[in-house]
């Protein structure tokens, strides 16, 4: 009788053998026939444990689970010597010739050769190894892209500039650390903690702000539905990427927007460098809504008062509403006008007034 070990179970197989023909069926097989004993430990047989044979290829023969004497039955597969016995914890590698199934018992014991045994755990642990092998290989393959992709600086934002040559982890999070860092401050020190005084509100246009070449090209952008606006393709996109490049400043807060909204898995290296650049140049030129969509991206702090976190980026948004953030214009007008003072209610109904008027087409 063949003895397993594992790492931390003793288990025991016996192979018992009543002469029986060949079957294919892979329900529970009748009680006469091939079977395992299972222990848990010597001499205590594995009751009610779960169990499945197969082939080697994975066609599933019997399941079921252990009966009170350790009992697991299998069946044979005809033209088949390789076969697995898999419980919750152990895989046993089997390999049975198609002679030993028509033996004598004591011929079938001699028959059964044991191969590879491992516990599930070691399964487990070979499967994640292995997909952190492949992810990697794909990341390798991402890197091996953005740098072909970085030397002909040839996509379609690449009037935002070069990047490095090469990227790495470090190369890339002290840039995206350096320049969202550098938001978080300039929003720290600018956003009074009472926040910004609505009443100052002064209703300026577009143009007000920076260039806005081809800005009905970005209007036609902004009309489209949510869903039309995150396929990132097609005549609209193509014309809101070539108002950006035209220096629309509109258009580069719609980019900015369009890339962070994506899935990262779903944007090359290249593309996610593109982002820290729009994020560089739209602070720089202290477009309101990026400050405003910052600010909303950041999660609240582990016990934190979430009332006062609530407030302080509302103190945010208007903030943003007063740089030229229409969309926050549109949205804490409506907050303004619930307010008891009636300056502020004024001042709400404005904001709403410059926001519709700069964006006809978005609500």
Excluded at 211 to 229: C, F, H, K, S, T
Aim: with cysteine; proline share 6%; glycine share 8%.
């Amino acid at each position: 009788m063949p003895k397993l070990f594992s790492k931390s179970t003793l288990l025991t197989l016996s192979l018992l053998s009543l002469l029986s023909p060949l079957s294919h069926a892979a329900d529970a097989p009748a009680a006469a026939g091939h079977y395992l004993i299972l222990y848990a430990a010597p001499g205590v047989p594995q009751d009610d444990d779960p169990y499945t044979w197969s082939t080697a290829g994975g066609k599933q023969l019997a399941q079921g689970v252990t009966k009170a004497d350790g009992r697991a039955y299998l069946k044979g597969e005809e033209g088949e010597e390789h076969y697995v016995l898999k419980t919750v914890s152990m895989r046993w590698q089997l390999k049975v010739a198609a002679q030993c199934w028509q033996g004598a018992p004591d011929a079938f014991l001699g028959c059964v050769q044991l191969g590879k045994t491992t516990s599930r755990y070691d399964e487990e642990q070979e499967m994640l190894k292995l997909a952190e092998q492949q992810k990697e290989v794909r990341m390798q393959a991402r890197i091996a892209a953005y740098a072909v992709a970085a030397r002909a600086n040839d996509d379609e934002l690449a009037w935002l500039g070069r990047l490095p040559p090469s990227w790495t982890l470090d190369g890339y999070g002290k840039r995206l650390l350096g320049i969202g860092d550098k938001i978080a401050r300039h929003i720290a020190d600018a956003v009074p903690q009472d926040g910004p005084d609505a009443r100052q509100f002064v209703c300026r246009a577009p143009a007000y702000y920076g260039p806005v070449p081809e800005q009905a090209l970005v209007e036609a952008w902004m009309a489209l539905p949510g869903d039309a606006r995150t396929l990132r393709t097609g005549p609209a996109w193509d014309a809101l990427v070539a108002a950006g490049g035209k220096g629309n400043w509109m258009a580069r807060l719609e980019l900015y927007y369009a890339l962070s909204n994506g899935k990262v898995s779903e944007l090359s290296l290249l593309e996610q460098y593109r982002i820290v650049q729009l994020m560089e140049w739209l602070h720089k030129n202290r477009v309101g809504g990026l400050y405003s969509y910052f600010s909303a991206a950041i999660p609240a702090e582990p016990g934190s008062n979430h009332n006062a976190a609530w407030r302080r980026q509302d103190q945010v948004f208007l903030y943003s509403a007063l740089l030229g953030d229409y969309h926050q214009q549109y949205r804490m007008g409506n907050v303004l006008q619930r307010d008891a003072d009636p300056a502020l209610v004024a001042a709400g109904k404005a904001m709403q007034v410059c926001a519709q008027a700069a964006m006809p087409h978005r609500r």
